[in-house]
């Protein structure tokens, strides 16, 4: 799916969910959250990509995994729910140690994506009442703090340079 087509399905899924339409929504989600992830990876590539076009992607990759995630929810596909969000998170704290000049100028949209899916997957956690969910979360609050030391020690890194 072309980027112009994944954009539309973003733009429709929000209306249908508003709607409160969360079947179709949540096909529309599916095939964004299928073909968003290569788009954003061919955006980290691409030179021509400008900060606000990034950030624009990055944003509704959050968005839309947190939008989905509320829909597995209420369909009781809690692991679904977890995974998505997880796999989201994940993708974006990857992306944002890239040495890219198109990540510095949009690190402060990154970090608050990640940290946005931290935080639902914190309520997400809690919200469960289980004792294994609050170990998954603490797994990746580790994962967490891993990240932010290895951008803490990047940006030490390029500061000696």
Known sequence: MDLQQCWTNYLKAEQLLEQGHWPEAHN???QVLTHL?????????DEQTKPCQFGCLLRSLRDSAIS????????GQYQSAF?????SYGLLQFISIEPTELIEATHSILDK??????????AFCSA???????????HVQKAHHHFSSLKSYGNNLESFH
């Not at 992830?37 to 590539?45: D, G, Q």
Request: aromatic share 6%; net charge negative.
């Open 128 to 138: 469960q009442r289980n004792a294994q969910w609050m170990l998954e979360f603490e």
């Open 37 to 45: 992830p290569s788009h954003i990876h061919n955006a980290v590539k």
């Open 68 to 75: 989905q995630s509320e829909i597995l929810n209420k369909m």
């Open 28 to 30: 529309l989600y599916d």
């Open 113 to 122: 994506s990640c940290n946005d899916l931290l935080s639902h997957m914190g």
């Open 83 to 87: 995974d998505l969000l997880n796999q």
